[in-house]
Every structure is written in structure tokens, then in C-alpha cells.
């Protein structure tokens, strides 16, 4: 089935600066990658997503590209701001064995003022 | 539309009672899933319904666990005879069909004494 890594698994930022975050998956018929935001406490709240037909989206400071050739997505966060702190979790549909989403480990954002 | 709706937020059980949680997902939405999530990992699958049906289940889901969606509305999870390990967080999501945007809830923490 589906297997999705994700790095860094912690990330600190200066407010003003930008994260990164990269997930791999090893699906390659998997063609839908969410992304997820959870604060302490609350469930995952989807904050982008990508298509496999396409290569990159953007939404305000939040950006994500897709490489299908590498099977590899990036979570792009420009200009952070203390409020951006939380676990960031990628994901990737799994067509083949099962309809469902499969969910990297995370990754702790903490933007530092 | 009020988002996914989880019942109770909150579960302190003893060891061997038994636990029913529930899910009220989007109306509209036809797919309904539920996830585990512990302590720095990201979700994990459980089960998932399309409509009144459930489709798929994962190993994860023990004979212990019982999940329903009748009339295929509100979810149900059950957990009989609880044990230390199943305290997590019981996510629900809903999406209006696979590879659709899928809305978590705010979960359900499951502590076992």
C-alpha cells in the first residue's frame, strides 16, 4: 500500500521567514495530496491540496509544488507569523489498495517572534 | 453547514468497559471515514463508509471495534472491553466522494485507566 515519509519531522522559523516541509510517497498511482494544519487539541483542518495534474498551487502565503516523476510534494510557507505554529501533516490518496488517505508522521512548526 | 461534528470530545473509560463514540459528518457528504491518531504520529485509517456502507476496514480495527452508519448520516465507533492501548484520538472525516476535500472533526480523546 501507500507509504508517505515526511521531513523535517521539527522546523524552527524567524517570524518573516520561510518553512519548507517534504513529503515522498511511494503510490504511483496516487493522484490527490492534502495538506493538513492541527493545533493542540483540535482535528486537522485542511489548509491546500494538489492534483496530480498539476504542478504547483498557491494560496496567499501557502504553496505547494508536485514532482510525479519523483513522487515527491513540497509545503511552501512564505512571510510566517507566530500563528502558522502547529503540526503540519501531508497526504496522499491511496487508489490502489483502498480509497483513503494516507498520512505522514507530521511535522512540528515553531515560529519563533 | 456546521462542519464535522464529534461526540463526546472527551472519554475517561476503565479498562474493559465498553465506549461508543459518534460522527456527524457534512450532510451532503457520501463518504465518511474514521482515524486513529496517537501521541506524535499522524492518522491512521480505521474504516471508512460510502453511504450506509462500509467498504473497507484496516487491521488496526480489531474485533473489539464496531463502526455503523445507518441510514448513512451520524457514525457510531464502538470499542468493547477497552484496553490501555487504544487510548488515542478517534478522528472522523467526511468528503462529499474519494480523492474529494475531506473535513476532519474535532475528535474524540480516549483515555483508558
Known amino acids: 500500500g501507500e507509504n508517505v515519509e515526511q521531513h523535517p519531522s521539527t522546523l524552527s522559523v524567524q517570524e518573516g521567514d520561510s518553512a519548507v516541509i517534504k513529503c515522498t510517497y511511494s503510490d504511483s498511482a496516487s493522484n490527490y495530496f492534502p495538506w493538513y494544519k492541527q493545533e493542540l487539541g483540535k482535528g486537522p483542518q485542511l489548509i491546500i491540496d494538489i492534483r496530480s495534474n498539476v504542478g504547483e498551487k498557491k494560496d496567499q502565503r501557502i504553496a505547494v509544488t508536485l514532482n510525479k516523476t519523483a513522487k515527491h510534494f513540497s509545503l511552501h510557507i512564505t512571510e510566517t507569523q507566530p500563528e502558522d505554529s502547529a503540526v503540519y501533516f501531508c497526504a496522499a490518496w491511496e487508489e490502489e489498495y483502498g480509497n483513503k488517505l494516507v498520512f505522514g508522521a507530521g511535522t512540528i512548526l515553531r515560529v519563533k517572534s | 453547514d456546521t462542519g464535522v461534528s464529534q461526540n463526546p470530545r472527551h472519554k475517561i473509560t476503565k479498562r474493559g468497559q465498553n465506549v461508543t463514540f459518534r460522527c456527524d459528518p457534512i450532510?451532503?457528504?457520501?463518504?465518511l471515514y474514521w482515524y486513529r491518531q496517537t501521541l506524535g504520529q499522524g492518522p491512521e485509517f480505521l474504516t471508512y463508509?460510502?453511504?450506509?456502507?462500509?467498504?473497507?476496514k484496516s487491521r488496526l480495527l480489531s474485533d473489539r471495534f464496531s463502526a455503523e452508519r445507518p441510514k448513512g448520516s451520524f457514525s457510531t465507533l464502538e470499542i468493547q472491553r477497552t484496553e490501555q492501548g487504544d487510548s488515542a484520538m478517534y478522528l472522523c472525516?467526511?468528503?462529499?466522494?474519494?480523492?474529494?476535500?475531506?473535513?476532519f472533526g474535532q475528535g474524540t480523546r480516549l483515555t483508558v485507566v
Open positions: 472525516a467526511s468528503s462529499l466522494g474519494p480523492a474529494e476535500e475531506a473535513f
Open positions: 450532510s451532503e457528504h457520501n463518504r
Open positions: 463508509f460510502q453511504n450506509e456502507a462500509q467498504l473497507e
